[in-house]
């Protein structure tokens, strides 16, 4: 096959990049936004001042996990053997989330165990 052309494994790095990115800006969001609402919903600041933790805690996690995501979609992208087995942990973990987590995990495991690209990772980190 040639080098250029896209197959089922580029495809699933590149939903590994795109669910990177938005979890990344998702919690650069919330960070940002979380005061500024919390604002309209109660005045007096109490929401604001007890759960402040908790969003920035929140915006930590969405950040590492954002970047867990870029880097399965490297390995993947390089045909690592740690982005396949990477991919599988994450592809039966979004099936929980229904419907839309469900069709991208049924997208990953079919890429990952039944399609042609199957036999393509093969390098070690």
Do not use: C
């Not at 790095?13 to 919690?27: D, N, Q, R, T």
């Amino acid at each position: 096959m040639p080098e250029n052309k896209l197959d089922w494994g580029d495809a699933i790095a590149m939903i590994f990049y795109i669910l990177g990115i938005l979890s990344i800006v998702g919690g650069i969001a919330l960070s940002a936004i979380w005061a500024e609402l919390t604002q309209f919903i109660e005045t007096s600041g109490w929401i604001v001042n007890t759960l402040n933790f908790d969003t920035t805690a929140a915006m930590f996690f969405m950040l590492a996990i954002g970047i867990i995501y870029l880097v399965v979609g490297w390995l993947l992208q390089e045909r690592y053997k740690a982005g396949k087995v990477l991919a599988f942990v994450f592809g039966v973990l979004f099936l929980f989330a229904f419907p839309i987590g469900t069709v991208l995990g049924l997208l990953i495991l079919y890429t990952i165990l039944g399609s042609s690209v199957r036999n393509e990772y093969t390098k070690e980190i």
